[in-house]
C-alpha cells in the first residue's frame, strides 16, 4: 500500500467525527503519521496530493485533552467513497498466514483480522506484513494509541537528541580552539538537517565551548590529584592544596570527589 492509501484508510475511521468541535489527535500529522507507521515529514506531501485529487479536505480544529488548535484531516465525500472502495478491495487480498514453523496458510486480509482478533485493524495486518506477504501472528504488534502528551514528550526528546548531535558536533570541531572552513560547512549542513535555529545554535556553542573548558580543568586537577596520590596518601595539606585548585577552576565537589574515586581505582593504592 502506498502512503496515500493508507492515509485514506486511517482517516475512513473517523468520519463520524467530521462535525465535532473537539476531534481525536488521531487526525494531525502526527497522529496520522503514527497510526501509518510512517515518518510525520512524510505527511505534508502525501496530503497535498490528496487534496489536490480532490479526497480530502483540511481545517484548524481543537484537538481533544490539547490546549492548542491543530490541523487536522477528514475525507470529503469523493474521498470517503474512494476509501470504502480500496478497503474493500484488500480485504479480498490473500495472504500467507503463518500457522507453525515453515508452515502457512492462504487467507484473506479479513480472515486474517478475525483471526487476530483484539479489534484489530486493516493497518495492523498491513503494518505487520512480510515483503514476501507472510503474516505470523506471534510477531504483530498492535498500533498503540497515542495523545496529546505522548507526542510532546516524543518531542522534547527528539529536541533533546538533536541538540546533543549538533553539541558533540560543535565539541569536535571547537576542540582545536578554532573552527576551519570545513569543519564550518559540515557544522552548517547538519544545522539545517536537523532545524537548528541561530539562537538555539549560539546556546549550543556556549554550552559546548564551556563543555570543553571544563574538560580540561578535570584534566588539570586529575593531573593534579594524581601526583598527591603517588605515595599513596593524601596528606593535609595536600588536601587543602587540591581544594583551592578544586575553588579555582570551579569544579563542583561531587565532581571532585567522584574523580577521587576514579583517580584512586587507577593507582590501586588504598587511601590511608
Excluded at 495492523?124 to 505522548?150: M, Q, R, S
Aim: no cysteine; glycine share 2%; net charge negative.
Amino acid at each position: 500500500m502506498t502512503v496515500n492509501e493508507r492515509i485514506l484508510l486511517h482517516l475512513m475511521r473517523y468520519q463520524r467525527n467530521t462535525d465535532d468541535f473537539e476531534v481525536p489527535f488521531d487526525l494531525t500529522q502526527y497522529g496520522i503519521a503514527h497510526y501509518i507507521g510512517i515518518q510525520q515529514k512524510h505527511i505534508p506531501r502525501a496530503v497535498k496530493k490528496l487534496k489536490e485529487q480532490g479526497l480530502l479536505e483540511e481545517r484548524i480544529s481543537h484537538i481533544k485533552m490539547s490546549p492548542r488548535k491543530q490541523k487536522v484531516y477528514f475525507l470529503n465525500p469523493k474521498g470517503f467513497e474512494f476509501a470504502t472502495n480500496l478497503k474493500a478491495h484488500i480485504l479480498e487480498d490473500p495472504i500467507r498466514f503463518q500457522t507453525a514453523v515453515e508452515e502457512y496458510e492462504e487467507i484473506t486480509v479479513e480472515q486474517a483480522i478475525k483471526r487476530l482478533g483484539n479489534n484489530a485493524t486493516v493497518m495492523d495486518v498491513v503494518l505487520n506484513l512480510t515483503e514476501d506477504a507472510v503474516l505470523d501472528p506471534e510477531k504483530v504488534v498492535p498500533i498503540k494509541p497515542i495523545t496529546p502528551e505522548d507526542f510532546h514528550e516524543e518531542m522534547a526528546a527528539m529536541e533533546a537528541s538533536k541538540h546533543e548531535v549538533y553539541k558533540t558536533a560543535l565539541k569536535r570541531a571547537w576542540a582545536d580552539k578554532q573552527i576551519t572552513s570545513d569543519e564550518k560547512a559540515i557544522l552548517d549542513d547538519l544545522k539545517k538537517v536537523l532545524h537548528i535555529t541561530d539562537t538555539e545554535h549560539r546556546t549550543l556553542e556556549t554550552e559546548a565551548i564551556s563543555e570543553l573548558k571544563m574538560s580540561e580543568y578535570l584534566e588539570i586537577y586529575e593531573e593534579a590529584m594524581t601526583e598527591a596520590l603517588k605515595d599513596g596518601t593524601i596528606s593535609n595539606d595536600e588536601y587543602a592544596i587540591l581544594e583551592g585548585l578544586r575553588k579555582k577552576l570551579r569544579i563542583s565537589n561531587k565532581a571532585a570527589e567522584a574523580l577521587e574515586v576514579e583517580v584512586e581505582k587507577g593507582s590501586k593504592k588504598p587511601r590511608k
